[in-house]
């Protein structure tokens, strides 16, 4: 790879990082924060951050091609699963959609720029402005780019220096988008710094802590509560723990052409970063009473999941994780064989790369994931989410298809149940730019108001 | 699980065990007289076409398949259970009735554990397999040596196979009961009593010639034993040619260390130097174990490599790819299947969850795999 020796991540492999280096780090990014980021305009931010994701939506991008060339092996996405997910997620980064996250936060978009005031406020004798932290620190979990890319987009546009940390083997995405922002501003680009290091390593740590005004992390309910347990009381900390999420489908849909349609956006959940993500589904369920019924779903699914192998393929797996899903395989296998009416299973041949397992239990199942997943029956919404008790509270997404005059009914029964999000199924992977992470707000949490009463 | 009989005998079941009884009995006759490594294809074909015709559970399973007696020309071929079907599923043709003990894996008390059942033939093969292949790698003339077995006994652990193969090596050896200096605590927990481990160190008749001590326990319990010596700054220096042999596998009972640091500091505290100190590897879904064999140049590779497991003559190894389910080339990684013919009244073939590197027709092991959970933000390690 040809990328300039700017950040952290990109010293040799045997270069060792000290918590001298942590802390010079942090200190130079808040004085280039200081220099070059604290007064741009929103407007400027804007404009190079969506100039930089229309770049990376272009094939002939060296970002773009570099990720997609040394992408698998560095990440084990397949090309095309990578090339899917980073351009659903830059197609996000547009200005509409940015105004209308800042206008969704702060109820304008120049909030960071002056003091405004919206008509309410104005009505109040009212304005406000809001300032963000001078340096959050980011720590990045999991293989999926999109949480570290995220959070480099929401402090950039929130006008913090940013220090990213991710988990070890993951920065390579994370990595080439600084790259791309400090080629297109080099002034930008000097208030973000990427490193990498094998979670829990102390001394690296605590110098990263001490300097943080504000830390977001993703990662076990465990990890973040030693990550929280490491902060001074004035440092923020925003924790995003474990998530898991499942598809509905209402038994009214499943007919004909639309039932095709429906498999084909629940593959594609399955398939999009295979299935790493926590807005990924474990389970689908399936409402009893359709033309179709549940198991013939998984089969239509085991189908579909076959022919995205051949255009979308998994990719090799370590063998540990291979391991995991063979040994899930086994176990199906077994109950199959022994009460086929209660337990299917359909299974790439010579591979891991797509399973799927029909079983009448409705119980919810924690998959293996890399596109292993649990189709099972239920009689209605209710019943799904009485089967999913044992992870309420920790559900992210639910992937609906459902009768357009039954969506509403069906997203406040959700929403009264805990879930956060409610989509289409099939745009699982694909939250909006303006999506309220865990419900709770993009940027709100991010920055301090300063209310100006006249 | 009472032995004995009750109620009568169905007409067919009583076939069955004449079936597989035979099958059993020559197979502990070959082995004790000296197993033919030509007879291995041709039993395993047979014991194949009996659990078949026998065990409904896998039955099922090879016909799933589509792999019946008729058409498997190869023991490779044989289908093979997942160890943790033992977990879920009654994998044996013994009826109920005829159950007289049942061997269950260790692992957390939230998991059901797998459930390996026995009668008096089944554990006759089971202790016939153990005695040869232990006697064979235990380095020692049985009758020379005295025994420490660092797990309770039999009495506080009946579901133990390992602590069941300990009970058979001790009354091999003639040793008193008292040997077992483990206890099991009422929370179900092994311990070892320190006090009477000591004891049984420090029993070194003062004679020209002192007999060397065979030392057997998991691999937790030397790391309890171990921390013990270290917080009370005590060694020992066990006789000349004393062993120890451990099992591998932590399970949480104790922090895990790496193999070669459990190792080095068995020879600092113990006194018995690497080179004889001897992994087993066994599992309660198995009647065979398999022992490290260092290669015969030992001397010449680092003190850090790992030796190759070998089972018996009459349990085979494979190596697989999670991937494919195909053999790996060797010094390749995979999963460990087995195909054990002193599994007679269960299943033969099992494949397990663990790790290793296909060394020859044996294997180095890479793990006791804790499956690893996908990575990603749904469910991550940092």
């Known amino acids: ?454 | 699980m009472p032995s004995g009989c009750r109620g009568k005998p169905a007409a067919n079941k009583h076939r069955m065990n004449t079936e597989l009884s035979s099958f059993a009995s020559r197979l502990r006759g070959s082995i004790e007289s000296g197993f033919s490594n030509e007879s291995f294809e041709a039993m395993a074909l047979e014991l194949f076409a009996l659990q078949f015709k026998h065990n409904a559970v896998f039955r099922k399973i090879c016909e799933a398949r589509g792999l019946t007696p008729k058409i498997i020309e190869h023991w490779t071929r044989i289908p093979f259970m997942p160890a943790s079907a033992f977990k879920e599923f009654e994998l044996t043709s013994l009826p109920p009735n005829e159950r007289t003990a049942v061997f269950h894996s260790s692992g957390t008390t939230e998991q059901k554990p797998s459930r390996h059942f026995h009668n008096a033939e089944s554990l006759a093969v089971y202790e016939a397999s153990l005695l040869k292949w232990f006697e064979q790698n235990c380095g020692l003339p049985i009758a020379d040596c005295g025994l420490v077995i660092l797990t309770p006994p039999p009495g506080q652990a009946r579901n133990s196979s390992l602590v069941h193969m300990f009970e058979i090596v001790r009354q091999k050896f003639g040793a008193p009961q008292n040997v077992f200096v483990g206890k099991t605590s009422t929370d179900g927990v092994w311990t070892l009593d320190f006090d009477a481990t000591l004891a049984m160190f420090a029993d070194n008749p003062k004679s020209a010639i002192c007999n060397p001590k065979l030392v057997l326990g998991t691999a937790f319990s030397f790391v309890h034993l171990l921390d013990f010596l270290a917080e009370n700054n005590l060694r020992f220096q066990l006789p000349e040619n004393s062993r120890v042999m451990e099992t591998g596998g932590y399970k949480n009972r104790s922090r895990s260390m790496p193999k070669s640091d459990l190792h080095a500091l068995i020879s600092e505290r113990l006194g018995v130097p690497r080179e004889n100190i001897i992994c087993e590897y066994g599992m309660s879904e198995l009647s065979s174990q398999a022992y490290e064999v260092r290669s015969q140049k030992s001397e010449v590779r680092s003190q850090n490599e790992d030796g190759a497991f070998q089972f018996p003559p009459w349990a085979r190894v494979q190596v697989v790819s999670p991937e494919t389910g195909r053999e790996v080339a060797d010094g390749e990684t995979g999963l460990i299947r087995i195909f054990d013919l002193a599994n007679v009244f269960s299943v033969a073939a099992v494949q397990t969850e663990d790790f290793g590197i296909r060394r020859g027709d044996g294997f180095e092991l890479v793990g006791r795999a804790q499956l690893a959970e996908a990575r990603g933000c749904s469910l991550m390690t940092a």
């Open chain 1, 1 to 454: 790879m040809n990328l300039p020796n700017y950040f952290l991540a990109d010293l040799p492999p045997e270069a060792t990082l000290s918590p001298a280096m942590i802390a010079e780090a942090c200190q130079t990014l808040k004085r280039n924060r200081e220099h070059y980021l604290q007064n741009r305009k929103t407007e400027s931010l804007i404009r190079v951050l969506s100039d930089v994701a229309d770049g990376w939506l272009e094939a002939e991008n060296p970002f773009r091609k570099l990720a997609l060339e040394c992408g698998t092996a560095q990440t084990g996405f397949s090309r095309e699963t990578l090339a899917r997910g980073l351009d659903n997620f830059f197609k996000q980064l547009t200005r509409e959609n940015f105004h209308a996250l800042l206008v969704q936060e702060f109820g304008d978009a120049k909030r960071f720029d002056s003091l405004v005031a919206t008509a309410a406020e104005q009505k109040q004798n009212r304005a406000a402005i809001v300032s963000a932290p001078e340096l959050q620190i980011h720590i990045c979990a999991g293989s999926i780019p999109n949480p570290a890319l995220t959070s480099i987009v929401f402090g950039l546009l929130t006008r913090s220096a940013q220090f990213v940390k991710c988990a070890s083997g993951a920065s390579f995405l994370p990595r080439l988008f600084a790259h791309s922002v400090y080629e297109a501003d080099g002034k930008l680009g000097a208030c973000l710094e990427i490193a990498e290091w094998r979670g829990g390593n102390a001394a690296l740590e605590s110098a990263l802590f001490a300097e943080a005004d504000c830390v977001t992390a993703t990662g076990s309910d465990e990890t973040l509560d030693k990550i929280r347990q490491q902060l001074a009381l004035k440092t923020k900390f925003l924790g995003y723990g474990h998530r898991v999420s499942f598809g509905f489908v209402a038994g009214e849909v499943l007919y004909g052409s639309r039932a095709k349609k429906i498999v084909a956006a629940a593959a594609g959940d399955v398939v999009a970063w295979n299935q790493l993500g926590c807005l990924s589904p474990h389970v689908i369920y399936i409402q009893l009473g359709g033309e179709i019924l549940p198991e013939h779903f998984a089969q239509l699914l085991a189908e579909e999941l076959e022919k995205r192998e051949q255009t979308e393929p998994r990719g090799e797996l370590p063998p540990e994780h291979a391991a995991a899903i063979a040994s899930r395989r086994g176990i199906y296998e077994v109950r199959a064989a022994h009460s086929p009416e209660s337990t299917r299973h359909w299974c790439s041949k010579d591979s891991t790369a797509w399973t799927v397992v029909y079983e009448a239990d409705p119980r919810f199942q924690l998959s293996c994931l890399n596109r292993f997943i649990y189709v099972k029956g239920v009689a209605d919404l209710k019943t799904a989410l009485e089967s999913a008790d044992s992870v309420r509270g920790k559900i992210s997404t639910v992937g609906i298809a459902a009768p357009e005059e039954k969506i509403n009914e069906i997203a406040s029964q959700l929403a009264r149940w805990g879930a956060t999000r409610v989509c289409p199924l099939g745009q699982m992977q694909n939250p909006p730019l303006t999506w309220r992470h865990d419900g709770r707000p993009v940027l709100g949490d991010l920055v301090t108001w300063t209310d100006l009463e006249m």
